[in-house]
Every structure is written in C-alpha cells, then in structure tokens.
C-alpha cells in the first residue's frame, strides 16, 4: 500500500503537473474561496471539467459571491445553468446558497458541510479539504478507482476506500493531497487504458504489479434503460414561441420548456410530428415528437424566436426548437 514516501511522490507530482482550473489555488499557496470550490464541486458532478470551465467563469463573473448568487432570482440561475444538466444541481444550488448567506458563511467541517442542501459525502469532504484544510476523504469516482488498483480491491466498499485515503492522507497540506488523487485517476489512472509507466504510484500498486491494472475495480454491469415516448408542442406566433416552465420538482425541473405531456412507455397515437428528437437521461431515453399546435397551451409566456438563446432553455428542449426550425426551412425551400 502507499507509504509515507509514496504519497510525498504523489504531492510532488501535483506540484509539477497539477491542472490549472479557475477554482483551485496552486499547489502550496492559500486556500480558493469557498465559494469557487463549493460552485465547482456542484457543477462537476456528472459533468466533465472541459465543459464546466467556461460555465464556471460565467457564473462567477455574474454572481462573485455566495451572497450575490442567493439575492439572485431563480429563473436567472436556472437559465443560466442551461444545458449543464441534472438540473436538481441547480435547485439545490438556491437553496444552498440561501442557507449559506442565512448562517453567515460556509461550515468548516465535512460534518456540517453534508447537512447543506445538494452536498452529500464526496462534496463535503472536498470543500472541507480543499477549503478548509480538514484531513477528510473525498472519494469521487477517479479517486475509488485509484485506490482501489493500489490496494488490489476487485469490488471495494467505500467505507474501506475513505478508510485507506485517511491512512494515505498527510496531516499537511490535505487538500493538495486529495485534489492530486483526483488528478491522477482524471489524468494517468484512467479506466481504460491507465498509463502505469508514468505512474508516480506504480511501484506501490497491487493491479499493476499484477500485470492488470485496468481489470481493478471491476466493472458494475449496468441495466439496460428503458425508453419512453413524449409530445412538445411548437406554437408559433408572429415570431414568437409560447413557452412553459415546468413543474417545480422532478426531472428538469423549473427549467424552461415547450409545452407537452408526460412521458411514458408508449409511442403516442395520432401525433403529426414535425420533427422528432433522441435524448438520454441517466436512467431512461427518450423520443420527444415536435407537433405544431394553433393555441397556447398550459401557464406560459410568448418568447421571441430571436431571442431564444436567452430563454434557458435545457439541452432536450434547444434540439427540439432546433427539430422544428429544420422542419420551417425544408418547407419554405
């Protein structure tokens, strides 16, 4: 397992090759804003870093602080969150930042952290980390692989992975510590394909001793997702779209939307699609068919077409305005 010795070569590695993002603090150097980690820890969750960097940016040059993101209003947030996905990040945002500017500041402890709204064991440990300069184990999904091939786990639990990152942790420096593990398995310790030779660990791996590394953990057989069917209805009025926002709760929830259904396990009937658009969520996909329709239908708003971009619309619902924009252009050609 990793010595002392070994986790020194870990931090020098991080010193020599760590990733400059905008929420970090150099290697050595103070602690980032709370703020910034908390923010970016949110927008990472099942989403990739080259892909939150520029949204990070965004956010924060609109809304600096904790205070300025909860005085703003909900549907600016939402809007700006817009095609980052699982947009119950974005809820608990609000309700986070809320409470946060309610207590005056963020809690220092993981302990604490984990009993905010969206923060759960990995994202409190590593704001208490990274921010605060707590020894404890944030375990995202890179950092259990990694450990896992270094202790020659096939199926580890992760009461054992925050036991051994604990072992392994420093009592200096612990958020350099955990943000070099991330960079590790994000970068060398890949799923497929880790590139153990320049690998600062590899003497002190058990998978890579064993000649297998990429076959540590084993890999979880997911269930096959099902597949659902649903409406959006395209009402269009002098250069205007009449939308809705959706119900509060649930998936996508408060976002922006065409007005339609519910979405289930039946191709609809009858419906005059004028374009039709694939979408997969975490545990389903689903076919969404674009049909024009005359009235406005349910609580909404009419919206410049113009405009659209400044709608918030999420990901689902801008390939279904982009469906039915196509389907205006082949019948004007």
């Not at 602690?31 to 970016?40: F, G, H, I, Q, T």
Request: charged fraction near 20%; aromatic fraction near 8%; proline fraction near 8%.
């Amino acid at each position: 397992m990793v010595t002392a010795n070994a986790a020194n070569q870990l931090i020098q590695h991080y010193v020599d090759n760590f990733r400059r993002l905008p929420w970090r603090s150099p290697p050595g150097k103070p602690a980032p804003d709370p703020y910034r980690v908390w923010l970016s820890e949110i927008m990472l969750q099942q989403t990739t870093v080259a892909t939150v960097k520029a949204r990070f940016e965004r956010f924060v040059a609109r809304w600096p602080t904790i205070d300025a993101l909860a005085a703003a209003k909900d549907e600016d947030i939402l809007s700006e969150w817009a095609g980052l996905g699982y947009y119950a990040r974005a809820r608990n945002l609000i309700a986070c930042a809320r409470e946060v500017e309610r207590r005056r500041g963020f809690p220092t402890t993981a302990s604490e952290l984990r009993k905010l709204p969206g923060i759960g064991a990995y994202t409190s440990a590593a704001i208490a980390a990274i921010a605060f300069g707590e020894r404890a184990p944030a375990v995202d999904t890179n950092v259990e692989r990694l450990v896992a091939r270094l202790a020659g786990l096939k199926r580890p639990a992760r009461p054992e992975i925050e036991r051994l990152v604990l072992e392994m942790m420093p009592n200096e420096r612990p958020g350099d510590f955990v943000q070099a593990m991330m960079d590790l398995g994000a970068t060398i310790c890949a799923p497929k394909r880790p590139r153990c030779t320049v690998c600062p660990l590899s003497a002190n791996c058990a998978a890579f001793q064993c000649g297998n590394a990429e076959g540590f953990p084993q890999r979880r057989v997911r269930a096959a997702r099902p597949h659902k069917y649903g409406v959006a209805y395209w009402i269009e009025r002098a250069g205007r779209i009449w939308l809705v926002r959706r119900p509060p709760s649930g998936l996508l929830g408060a976002m922006a939307a065409l007005p339609g259904g519910d979405w289930t396990g039946t191709r609809p009937a009858g419906v005059n699609a004028i374009g039709t658009v694939r979408h997969v969520f975490t545990h389903f996909s689903l076919d969404l068919l674009v049909a024009a329709h005359s009235e406005p239908y349910g609580d909404g708003w009419w919206h410049p077409l113009d405009l659209l971009h400044e709608a918030g619309l999420p990901t689902l619902y801008r390939k279904a305005v982009e469906a039915a924009l196509a389907s205006h252009d082949r019948l004007a050609a």
